[in-house]
Nanobody, 126 residues
């Protein structure tokens, strides 16, 4: 099992940057693919980025490609989302998640993930 905990959210002006962290307990963090999702008020939860358990492979939503970077440090049991050139449309609660199985691939649907953090609010002012 892995229990993710997000941090690093906050209020930032448009064009600014933030780095989100996702820390996970347990010694198996490095065996899980991980993903970032976000949910704005009144909208469905949407895929942002994902990274393989080794960190060798990543994927991004088109809306964040070129602005966000996902990475992980398995020795520190932590995953990151570096966000640049933030836009008001990026305002949402950001969640990190892991699939049910170790050594599995990552997907872009929330239904493919089993372990979820509590979320961290990101607000981008115009």
């Amino acid at each position: 099992q892995v229990q993710p905990v997000e941090s690093g959210g906050g209020l930032v002006q448009a064009g600014g940057s933030l780095r989100l962290s996702c820390a996970a307990s347990g010694r198996t963090f490095g065996t899980y693919a991980m993903g970032w999702f976000r949910q704005a008020p009144g909208k469905e939860r949407e895929f942002v980025a994902a990274i393989s358990w080794s960190g060798a492979s990543t994927a991004y939503a088109d809306s964040v490609k070129g602005r966000f970077t996902i990475s992980r440090d398995n020795a520190e049991n932590t995953m990151y989302l570096q966000m640049y050139s933030l836009e008001p449309e990026d305002t949402a609660v950001y969640y990190c998640a892991a699939p049910r199985l170790r050594y599995s691939g990552y997907g872009e649907s929330p239904s493919e993930y089993h372990y979820w953090g509590q979320g961290t609010q990101v607000t981008v002012s115009s």
